[in-house]
């Protein structure tokens, strides 16, 4: 039952009864370092230290203690409770990746996230500091369903099609560095959850305003896309078409193409992405006076039918400024609605739906990771370094740099 729920989350964090820990998946291996021509079969290359292991949380600190200044940890919203103790800073991507850069004494930045943000926290770092990620199998489903090729493909599409001139890529943040350093290169912009109507009004400004003809390619979530382009610039479902990289020409037809405004990759979160506009449904009935807050990640009828929609520094600043006794359905990671739910006892804080579960990538990085990681730096080894390459490096610079000059940003 809902109320049973609310009430396991709210008391029982962080290990609350009926939220068991995800087993690891091996069939879920994502991630980059070891095969960079598959995503499946990345090991950890050093002896992680056991999670059965009681001196466990001792280790970490003193490796940590070790380290001191040398080391900058960042860790994201969506990460396990055991790793964020050790985080020197939470926050969202971008706010990690800013954090990131403002650490250029840190010898080494060690991110608690997945591989995408690694890579922009190396891009936004200097070429003397090197950036860790615990786990190289936590990679990002989203990401990973926009290939390099498959873009360029994509691309050469709408050359054909005669409209690539008026159109200007927008790319989520959650890309990989390749996606980012082609957005750079074709003029587009990087954006984040937070500001994608601010990135979207600024790309159809390029090419003729939101009123004109101008397109946008928006890579890789498909959901992200749609519900900004709808809710906040006005356009409608019809102006927005699926891009289905595994189909000839995406799946559409050249008229298609020259009618749509918005051209979205067909990508989306494997965790937000399960929410379903059922589940609004049944917790407003389960729960009377519920307010629904989602992440833009989700599907366009649970964003529809839900009362707020933010992301994740947004869910968090709600759920702060939000009185006692008020009644909340999250629909974003768990971990993170966990930890929102522990922090505000006074409020009723329900996790939308009770079969979306963690973002198991996201939950790669663990204690055992991050002890094995900061032992391997104190013993004068790095381990589990992200470089990008130093061409993508310039080009996603570029379409960073852009989404950072965007007005009121
Ligand atoms: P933010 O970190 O921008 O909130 O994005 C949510 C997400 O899915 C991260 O992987
Ligand atoms: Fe990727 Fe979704 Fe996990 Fe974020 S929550 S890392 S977008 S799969």
Same mark, same amino acid.
């Given at each position: 039952?809902?109320?049973?729920?609310?009430?396991?989350?709210?008391?029982?964090?962080?290990?609350?009864?009926?939220?068991?820990?995800?087993?690891?998946?091996?069939?879920?291996?994502?991630?980059?370092?070891?095969?960079?021509?598959?995503?499946?079969?990345?090991?950890?290359?050093?002896?992680?230290?056991?999670?059965?292991?009681?001196?466990?949380?001792?280790?970490?600190?003193?490796?940590?203690?070790?380290?001191?200044?040398?080391?900058?940890?960042?860790?994201?919203?969506?990460?396990?409770?055991?790793?964020?103790?050790?985080?020197?800073?939470?926050? #969202?991507?971008?706010?990690?990746?800013?954090?990131?850069?403002?650490?250029? #004494?840190?010898?080494?930045?060690?991110?608690?996230?997945?591989?995408?943000?690694?890579?922009?926290?190396?891009?936004?770092?200097?070429?003397?500091?090197?950036?860790?990620?615990?786990?190289?199998?936590?990679?990002?489903?989203?990401?990973?369903?926009?290939?390099?090729?498959?873009?360029?493909?994509?691309?050469?599409?709408?050359?054909?099609?005669?409209?690539?001139?008026?159109?200007?890529?927008?790319?989520?943040?959650?890309?990989?560095?390749?996606?980012?350093?082609?957005?750079?290169?074709?003029?587009?912009?990087?954006?984040?959850?937070?500001?994608?109507?601010?990135?979207?009004?600024?790309?159809?400004?390029?090419?003729?305003?939101?009123?004109?003809?101008?397109?946008?390619?928006?890579?890789?979530?498909?959901?992200?896309?749609?519900?900004?382009?709808?809710?906040?610039?006005?356009?409608?479902?019809?102006?927005?078409?699926?891009?289905?990289?595994?189909?000839?020409?995406?799946?559409?037809?050249?008229?298609?193409?020259?009618?749509?405004?918005?051209?979205?990759?067909?990508?989306?979160?494997?965790?937000?992405?399960?929410?379903?506009?059922?589940?609004?449904?049944?917790?407003?009935?389960?729960?009377?006076?519920?307010?629904?807050?989602?992440?833009?990640?989700?599907?366009?009828?649970?964003?529809?039918?839900?009362?707020?929609?933010?992301?994740?520094?947004?869910?968090?600043?709600?759920?702060?400024?939000?009185?006692?006794?008020?009644?909340?359905?999250?629909?974003?990671?768990?971990?993170?609605?966990?930890?929102?739910?522990?922090?505000?006892?006074?409020?009723?804080?329900?996790?939308?739906?009770?079969?979306?579960?963690?973002?198991?990538?996201?939950?790669?990085? #663990?204690?055992?990771?991050?002890?094995?990681?900061?032992?391997?730096?104190?013993?004068?080894?790095?381990?589990?370094?992200?470089?990008? #390459?130093?061409?993508?490096?310039?080009?996603?610079?570029?379409?960073?740099?852009?989404?950072?000059?965007?007005?009121?940003?």
């Amino acid at each position: 039952m809902w109320e049973d729920r609310a009430v396991s989350i709210a008391t029982s964090a962080p290990s609350p009864v009926g939220f068991p820990e995800p087993a690891p998946s091996a069939l879920l291996l994502l991630g980059r370092g070891v095969d960079l021509a598959s995503e499946r079969g990345v090991e950890c290359v050093g002896d992680l230290p056991s999670p059965s292991d009681p001196d466990l949380v001792e280790r970490a600190r003193a490796a940590r203690a070790a380290l001191g200044d040398r080391a900058f940890i960042l860790g994201h919203h969506y990460q396990r409770d055991e790793v964020i103790d050790f985080a020197d800073v939470t926050g #969202d991507s971008f706010k990690l990746a800013r954090e990131a850069a403002a650490r250029p #004494d840190a010898e080494f930045v060690i991110f608690c996230g997945v591989h995408f943000m690694a890579e922009s926290a190396d891009i936004l770092t200097s070429d003397t500091q090197q950036v860790i990620l615990p786990d190289l199998a936590a990679g990002c489903s989203m990401a990973d369903m926009a290939a390099i090729d498959q873009v360029e493909d994509a691309w050469d599409v709408l050359v054909d099609a005669g409209v690539a001139e008026r159109t200007v890529p927008v790319t989520y943040m959650n890309s990989t560095a390749a996606i980012k350093a082609f957005t750079g290169r074709h003029g587009g912009t990087i954006c984040t959850s937070s500001n994608a109507h601010v990135a979207l009004r600024w790309a159809f400004d390029q090419v003729g305003g939101v009123d004109g003809t101008g397109k946008v390619l928006f890579m890789p979530d498909q959901h992200l896309g749609r519900n900004t382009a709808v809710r906040e610039l006005g356009l409608s479902l019809e102006d927005c078409v699926v891009f289905d990289p595994r189909k000839p020409n995406g799946g559409l037809t050249t008229e298609e193409l020259e009618a749509a405004r918005m051209i979205l990759w067909r990508g989306h979160c494997s965790v937000h992405g399960r929410f379903s506009e059922r589940n609004v449904t049944d917790i407003r009935a389960a729960a009377p006076g519920v307010t629904v807050l989602v992440h833009p990640e989700c599907k366009n009828e649970v964003v529809e039918a839900a009362d707020m929609v933010g992301s994740t520094e947004y869910i968090i600043k709600a759920l702060d400024a939000a009185p006692a006794g008020s009644v909340w359905a999250i629909g974003t990671e768990l971990n993170l609605v966990r930890r929102l739910a522990a922090a505000h006892p006074d409020k009723q804080v329900h996790y939308l739906d009770s079969t979306v579960c963690f973002c198991s990538t996201m939950n790669r990085i #663990d204690l055992p990771h991050l002890v094995w990681a900061m032992e391997s730096l104190v013993a004068g080894r790095t381990v589990n370094r992200i470089v990008v #390459d130093a061409d993508d490096a310039h080009w996603a610079r570029v379409a960073l740099d852009q989404m950072l000059a965007l007005p009121g940003y």
